[in-house]
T-cell receptor, first 114, second 119 residues
Framework: EAQVTQNPRYLITVTGKKLTVTCSQN?????MSWYRQDPGLGLRQIYY???????DKGDVPEGYKVSRKEKRNFPLILESPSPNQTSLYFC?????????????FGSGTRLTVV | AQKITQTQPGMFVQEKEAVTLDCTYD???????LFWYKQPSSGEMIFLIY??????QNATEGRYSLNFQKARKSANLVISASQLGDSAMYFC????????????????FGTGTQLKVEL
């Protein structure tokens, strides 16, 4: 089954403790991205990657890092999480040329930083 | 300026009635795509419908149709014969450009409309 797998689904952590949210896709998609969803703000793009070793900032990159060492994996790293990073996070992938239903979203990771 | 505007934070509709969720967008690109996603309380993003900027016909998918008015830059979602299971948050989103280079695959989302279907 074609899918984007995010782990963990839920995470509660403390301020300053480094964490990684994993994202893996099995569709050989070139493009992957991370979004965060906050009430009243919709989804906003954090980082994206056009292919292996090619990453760039989205609209809200502060406090996050990413890497793309393999085509299928695109982990999101919070080096020193803060409470304002409490949010619902989504990973998404698509082929480079896409339209319609070309985007596949993960199930989401609900992160709470206390 | 917001690129995607959803002006209805919340809406109620009676079961079996039709409902229209509003979405307006702003772009200077000639080629773009418009999407609607449903997010139930479980949190996942479910793709509903897509309209390309060059598509002449309004998109339809079962009970969902997209009322695309290009000159007015609006892309309203129409749900016919509402069901209790339609209660969810609905997001309008846009991809600017043909998705060829750079951030061209980025989706810009609106703030969402919470739809509640009542008996």
């Amino acid at each position: 089954e074609a899918q984007v797998t995010q782990n963990p689904r839920y995470l509660i952590t403390v301020t300053g403790k480094k964490l990684t949210v994993t994202c893996s896709q099995n569709m050989n998609h070139e493009y992957m991205s991370w979004y965060r969803q906050d009430p009243g703000l919709g989804l906003r793009q954090i980082y994206y990657s056009m292919n292996v070793e090619v990453t760039d900032k989205g609209d809200v990159p502060e406090g996050y890092k990413v890497s793309r060492k393999e085509k299928r994996n695109f982990p999101l790293i919070l080096e020193s999480p803060s409470p304002n990073q409490t949010s619902l996070y989504f990973c998404a992938s698509s082929p480079t040329l896409t339209g319609g239903n070309g985007y596949t979203f993960g199930s989401g990771t609900r992160l709470t930083v206390v | 300026a917001q690129k995607i505007t959803q002006t209805q934070p919340g809406m109620f509709v009676q079961e079996k009635e039709a409902v229209t969720l509003d979405c307006t967008y702003d772009t200077s690109d000639q080629s773009y795509g418009l999407f609607w996603y449903k997010q139930p309380s479980s949190g996942e993003m479910i793709f509903l419908i897509y309209q390309g900027s060059y598509d002449e016909q309004n998109a339809t998918e079962g009970r969902y149709s997209l009322n695309f008015q290009k000159a007015r830059k609006s892309a309203n979602l129409v749900i016919s014969a509402s069901q209790l299971g339609d209660s969810a948050m609905y997001f309008c989103a846009m991809r600017e450009g043909p998705g060829l280079t750079g951030g061209g695959n980025k989706l810009t989302f609106g703030t969402g409309t919470q739809l509640k279907v009542e008996l």
